[in-house]
């Protein structure tokens, strides 16, 4: 079996416009941070495809007023992938923006970690502020899926597939994830929401949204000692500059990047 995967992210919205005291904890109202782009993911072999998050569902971001680019599982046939047939599915946070279409894959497996699990289905979520990234039927049907016999819990660091390692980072939520993935560069960290923007590891700039923040410090410290230093193969979750540092494989109608090869090596920094 193959090693080598490519990493697809799959842009399905944009929040055009964010000021940074949205954005990061200190953050000042006038400075604009450039928007927030909302991804799902999907690695692929030669014979594999592992969907990590599915991203949020549509109508709940048409009701924020957000444009709707696509849908990430019915995207996943650009790169030859059927929701229908896809085995494994990880999720990496289960924030509503990551875990709103898991009903589009109706024969996969789910992973996701056990502190999270803890977290979504425990007392952090009698603290109004914490659920406030959670949505209650979410929740609901994550936990379904345990009496289903269709999640598995990934605990601590670890091999999901050759190629595809797992580190619990936490930080921004209690059972967060990054995955490092071996690509023909050599190993790329997909940060998912371990890492929002980039300035939060050049500038050790703590976003707003965390369950623990020395944690989600430390974890921007760790991917960064992870991947020595080269930001170009740490790939956060949701920076505006992504679209403009990797190759597009998939446009828009109207030519803005729909899908992205993280993959390969950034084209501009
Ligand atoms: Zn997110």
Known sequence: MSDVWKIY??????????????????????????????????????????????GAAEQKMKALGRDWFGTPSAALKHLGVDPDHVEDLIISHAHWDHVGDLGAFPKAQFYMNDLEMESITGPDMSYKVMREAYHMNEAQEIAGLVYEDRLTFLQGDGTFA??????????????????????????????????????????????????????????????????GGDLGRLIPGHDPLIAKRYPVVETLPDGSPFILDLGAAPIAW
């Not at 919205?13 to 941070?33: I, K, N, V, Y």
């Not at 909302?38 to 072999?45: F, H, T």
């Not at 939520?173 to 490092?180: F, K, N, R």
């Open 9 to 54: 992210g799959i842009r399905y919205t944009t929040q055009p416009s964010r000021p940074a005291h949205r954005t990061f904890l200190f953050g000042e109202p006038d400075e604009e941070t450039g928007g927030l782009d909302y991804y799902s993911w999907v690695l692929v072999s030669d014979n594999r495809a592992i969907v990590v998050d599915t």
């Open 162 to 227: 050759p190629g595809v390692d797992y580190t619990l980072i936490g930080g921004h939520s209690a059972g967060q994830l990054a995955l490092t993935v071996s690509t023909e560069r050599g190993p790329v960290v997909l940060a998912t929401d371990a890492i929002h923007f980039w300035q939060e590891v050049e500038q050790e700039r703590a976003f707003l949204i965390f369950h623990d923040l020395r944690q989600m410090l430390a974890g921007y410290r760790k991917m960064y000692a992870m991947v």
